[in-house]
């Protein structure tokens, strides 16, 4: 079941197995949580209190975000709302694991291993590392029993909403309308008639142009702007300088020696007897199950596949795999990890109920020495020896900028760079980094840098940061059309030769609304191009297609023209809907539909079925999560951020 479940959860891309960024399914509690300010400082929902380390974690990392998109201040509004977003999550995430533990829903030690271990994540060439696996737990602030209790109840609380999606359908009428719908068909032909065809002949006299520029004068400024001073940090430049030798490397072996350490694993059997509501009776079934498997002959994989209520491993014979003794349960792991290769012992107690194991294998521990790993040592030495120099340095750079505000000299001289300048800087400077990025312009043009001040460290991307100052500041200033006459007459150019493709594409619309054919229509406009095999059309030809069947998604046909032939209305039968577009690029199509062909279920075809199932199984979780909400009691006081 878990494993169907989570072949599902796939194609809705529900799969989201890591915690370590606060990933929650985004149920929103706006409405049921008071906010008010109470005498407690806490978070409880249903009487439960919730980690409020872990809450103020959370916020501070999206605070953290905050600060590099508003570096001079997060506006107040924009921090309430991510703390009652914040806020939101844990409460619908309690919600969810309140409601599993209540009906009881169980994920196994074999669930939470297939888990961890599938994510990529954890993954080197394609297998699960388990270096890599406790150095990102490590990073984020999590212990491995930590994070895979977390991982247990998010595996628990996917059930709960699979079982949602096993029970949603759809009626076959609903199905063929929606096929019907989606899968629809036009017969549309079609004419381009290019811009560039008309432009010859738009002639814009000097009242057109003045009238224009007149009407469009705001768009005429120059752009406000700054003259910006700047000093760069990269980690690639820190790395150039580091220096490697033997003991260097021996050094850094002996801090990070337990990356090549390969931990003893075990290869164990269990059969899994759930407490439910009777533990004593779950005890004693689990000794009958025990004197079984010691009796002389006894073939434990049989037993358990008769008697294990671990849905995940009872049909391989109770075999969890190979395992270290960090991913069992603490009970369990102590058990494993005391027996010999063919030993059975139990009963065990753990939270989910009692076990009888068989210890099958043991794969000894072993390590890697210096000299076996000496070659892979230095890449990784000099990439972590450029990071940490780079995160002294932008400590450096922050702490100056800082307090040397009002001159970018102090830092440029501590830290050996170069102070660049822009003369002219604004927003939308092309081929320019610093001009793309949002917070480098935010920061550019504030009150802080327009007063004389050195902007905060801002990250352009990891490992490369700037500080910047301003000076120079210029504010935009009205252009005279002699400045501009040039691009004034373009525009001008270009509107009225639109206008005039506009017109003579309302022209043939007509005539093709009268049941002339597509040559008649065309033939007053001009010749349609006929481009030799393999040549393109002339940029001012006019160009035609045929009318053909097709879809709301045809490729080589213009989105405008999409929208607009299966927004016009369906035509009688042997009568054709005509009507025009203008597409972005400033050419105008003139189209005509002539048929409508609804969409047709094929046969074996479950997809569209399955579709708007997942639909109505989303609307269905929704509705269950706002009745638990209905009846949740939460607590909250938005003190517990101060």
């Known amino acids: 079941m878990l494993q169907w479940i989570n072949d599902r959860m796939k194609v809705f891309g529900w799969l989201i197995i890591l915690p370590l960024a606060l990933v929650f399914a985004v149920w929103g509690v706006h409405g049921i949580v008071d906010f008010t300010t109470r005498q407690d400082r806490g978070l409880k929902v249903n009487g439960e209190d919730l980690n409020l380390e872990r ?7 999206q605070l953290a975000q905050l600060n590099r998109i508003y570096p001079d201040e997060v506006p107040a509004a924009v921090r309430t709302s991510t703390q009652q977003r914040i806020v939101d999550q844990f409460v619908s995430s309690k919600l969810i694991e309140q409601k599993t533990n209540t009906l009881h829903f169980v994920a196994s030690d074999r669930d939470v291993i297939d888990s961890i271990q599938a994510y990529q ?24 029993e930590g994070f895979e209790a977390e991982q247990r109840q998010l595996l628990k609380s996917r059930a709960l909403e699979g079982g949602m999606y096993l029970s949603s359908f759809a009626t076959a009428k609903e199905v063929a309308r929606a096929v019907a719908l989606r899968g629809e068909t036009r017969e549309v032909g079609y004419a381009m008639l290019p811009l560039a065809k008309y432009l010859p002949g738009a002639k814009a006299d000097e009242a057109a142009i003045k009238s224009y520029y007149e009407a469009h004068k705001q768009s005429y400024k120059t752009p406000e702007s700054v003259r910006l001073s700047y000093v760069q940090l990269r980690v690639a430049d820190a790395a150039k300088d580091v220096p490697v030798d033997e003991a260097a490397l021996r050094a850094y072996y002996d801090s990070v020696k337990e990356r090549y350490v390969e931990a003893e694993k075990r290869r164990a059997r269990h059969v899994l007897i759930q407490s439910g509501t009777d533990d004593a009776a779950a005890r004693k079934k689990a000794d009958e199950v025990y004197q079984e498997a010691i009796k002389p002959g006894a073939d434990f994989a049989a037993l358990a ?10 049909a391989q014979g109770g075999d969890l795999g190979w395992a270290e003794k960090t991913f069992f349960v603490g009970p369990f792991a102590d058990a494993v990890f005391a027996m010999k290769p063919g030993e059975i012992k139990g009963p065990v107690k753990t939270q989910f109920g009692w076990h009888v194991i068989k210890l099958e294998e043991i794969a000894p521990g072993k390590s890697r020495s210096f000299e076996d790993v000496k070659a892979e040592l230095e890449p ?24 040397q505000s009002d001159s970018l000299e102090p ?7 170069k102070i660049e300048e822009i003369p002219v800087f604004y927003k939308g400077l092309a081929g320019n980094e610093l001009a793309a990025n949002p917070k480098v312009v935010q920061a550019a043009f504030s009150a802080d840098l327009l007063g004389g001040q050195n902007s905060k460290a801002i990250e352009l991307s990891p490992g490369n940061v700037v500080v910047v100052r301003a000076s120079d500041h210029k504010l935009p200033q009205q252009q005279s059309l ?52 393999g040549k393109t059309a002339a940029p001012d030809a006019i160009r035609f297609e045929a009318p ?6 045809e490729a080589g046909v213009a989105h405008e ?21 203008s597409l972005a690029n400033g050419d105008v199509a003139v189209y005509a539909v002539s048929a409508v062909k609804p969409g047709e279920i094929k046969a074996g075809d479950g997809a569209e079925q399955r579709h708007l199932a997942d639909t109505e199984a989303t609307t269905e979780f929704d509705a269950y999560l706002a009745a638990l909400r209905a009846r949740a009691d939460v607590r909250y006081s938005p003190t517990i951020f101060e």
């Open 411 to 417: 830092v440029a001289k501590a830290l050996g760079l």
């Open 482 to 533: 002699a400045d501009v006459r040039a691009e004034v007459e373009t525009a001008v150019h270009r509107e009225l030769a639109a206008a005039a493709a506009a017109a003579a594409a309302s022209k043939a619309a007509a005539t093709l609304l009268t049941g002339a054919s597509w040559d008649a229509a065309l033939r007053p406009i001009g010749p349609v191009a006929s481009p030799a095999p």
């Open 121 to 144: 994540g954890f993954q080197v060439n394609g297998k699960f590392n388990k270096d890599s696996y406790y150095a990102l737990l490590r990073a984020q602030g999590f212990t491995p």
């Open 55 to 61: 809450v103020r974690d959370a916020y501070q990392r």
């Open 561 to 581: 023209l999409l929208v607009a032939a299966f927004e016009a209305a369906a035509p009688a039968a042997g009568a054709r809907t005509t009507g025009t577009v």
């Open 548 to 553: 053909k069947f097709i879809g709301r998604a």
């Open 305 to 314: 596949k008769k008697y294990s209520q671990d849905a995940g491993s009872a």
């Open 380 to 403: 990784d030495y000099r990439k972590s020896e450029a990071e940490r120099r780079f995160g002294e340095r932008q400590e450096k750079i922050e702490q100056l900028a800082f307090e």
